[in-house]
């Protein structure tokens, strides 16, 4: 057999095969990225809840707790929305935090929860000629955590 042939068949081979790779490889890496970004904002929304319910009997809780999730979220590239609630009334200030907190003397009822809820959206990695993966990556991402207020 001669091997004239098959001159040019792996060349043929690499050219059916390498986009399917492609794909593949970006697909891994886009999905790595979200799942890094995802355990990027629950890991804030842990630390902004375990300060929020931390914060009884301090002035400025809203602001503590937003500074501590700011600190965790600080990398990521896209809008990052953060709401609070105390025992299922919304914190939008210091004051109304902290009056749902309670102070030193008055504890909150028993069980009160914490929550911080964090919303993210951004562009997914890859885009251009690429832009196509963006039907199958969501756009956008939520974590949301709650603690014991002590």
Request: charge should be positive; charged fraction near 10%.
């Amino acid at each position: 057999m001669k091997r004239t042939k098959q001159r040019g068949a792996a060349t043929v081979e690499l050219a059916l095969v390498l986009p399917l790779l492609l794909a593949l490889i970006f697909g891994i890496v886009q999905f790595g990225w979200l799942m890094n970004n995802y355990l990027v904002l629950t890991n804030a929304a842990s630390l902004g809840a375990h300060q929020l319910a931390a914060e009884r009997g301090y002035a400025s809780p809203a602001s503590d707790a937003i500074a501590a999730v700011q600190s965790q979220t600080g990398a990521l590239n896209g809008t990052v929305t953060i709401s609070m609630s105390v025992g299922g009334t919304p914190c939008t200030s210091n004051s109304a935090c902290a009056s749902a907190l309670g102070s030193n003397t008055q504890a909150p009822a028993a069980g009160t929860q914490a929550t911080v809820q964090i919303g993210y959206t951004f562009a997914p990695l890859f885009g251009g000629k690429l832009d196509n993966l963006k039907s199958i990556m969501p756009v956008s991402l939520s974590a949301t955590m709650s603690e014991v207020v002590q």
